[in-house]
C-alpha cells in the first residue's frame, strides 16, 4: 500500500432536493484528466470561483451520478464509465445558483457525449443506518448563531488521498478524516456520514436513524480493518491495484467499524432494500469537440 496513492469523493450525495428550473452552462469546455498516478497525492474536486465552476478528475460514472442526483453505484453502464476521467469547466449564467449545476450536467452529458438513460429499481444488500441501544454517543454540533447559514454541502469541495490516509472537505465546515485507523468527523449529518462511509465498505448504507442535527465523531477500526477499507475505496476511485492487496479486502465485512458504530450509539443492521439505478442506454466514450 505505500506507493498507492489515491482521493475519493460522494459529491454525488451532496444535492438533496431538485431545483425548479433546468440551465445549461453559459460555455463549458470537457478535457481528459490526468490518469490517477500511483506516485503522487490524487486530487478530486469541485470548486466555485464567483459563476465559474471546475470540476477536477471526476470519472464519467460520478458526472452521471452527480447529474441526476444519484450516487456512483446506482449508476450502470459500460465498464469505462467508472476509469474514464475528465475536468469540466462551466460558467454559470446569471441568476443562477450552484444548486442547479446538476441539470447544467445533464444538459451538457447529453450534448456532448450523447448520453441516454432510463430509471430501474433494484433490490440489493445495504446496511441500514439506525440507532443503536441508548443513549447515543455523538457529539451535536450547535446551529449557527442568527444569520449565520452555513449553506447547501457540495461546494467548494475537495479530496485528496494517499496510503497513509484520505482527506476530504465537504464545504460549509464539514470534513473528515480517515488515517491512523480513525474515520474523524467534523460537522457531519447522517446523511453525510452514510454516503461518505460506504465507498469503504462492501455495499450501500441507507440513513434511517431520523436524526436531523449535525455531529463530530470518531470511529477507530483496528489495522486490518483500516487497510481493506483503504483498498476498498482506492478501487472505487478507480485505482487498478496489485491481485495480492485486492485480496486482503476480500471478505472482509470490518467488523470492527460495526463495534465503533455501536459504541457510539448507531448501529449498521445489514438487509436488502429496493433502491432506484440509473441504466445507461448510449453514451460516447469520447465527448465532441468544445
Known sequence: MKRVLFA???VAALWAQPPAQKLEFEVASVRPAPPLSTDQVANIGLHLDGSQARIVSFAFRDYVAMAYRMKAYQISGPDWIGTERFDINGKLP????????????QALLADRFQLKVH?????LPVYALVLGKPPLKLKEVPPNPA???DGPPGTNVAASGGAAGVSVDLGHGSSYTFANNKFEGKKLTMDLLASQLEGYLDRPIVNLTELKG?????LEVTPEDYQAMLIRVATAAGLVLPSQLMRLAEGNSVPSLMDAFQ???LKLDARKAPLDFLIIDQTRKTPTDN
Open 8 to 10: 475519493v469523493l460522494g
Open 94 to 105: 446569471a441568476g443562477s445558483t450552484s444548486d442547479q449545476i446538476p441539470e447544467m450536467l
Open 119 to 123: 430509471r430501474e429499481k433494484k433490490e
Open 147 to 149: 444569520g449565520e447559514d
Open 214 to 218: 449535525k455531529y463530530d465523531l470518531t
Open 263 to 265: 459504541q457510539a450509539g
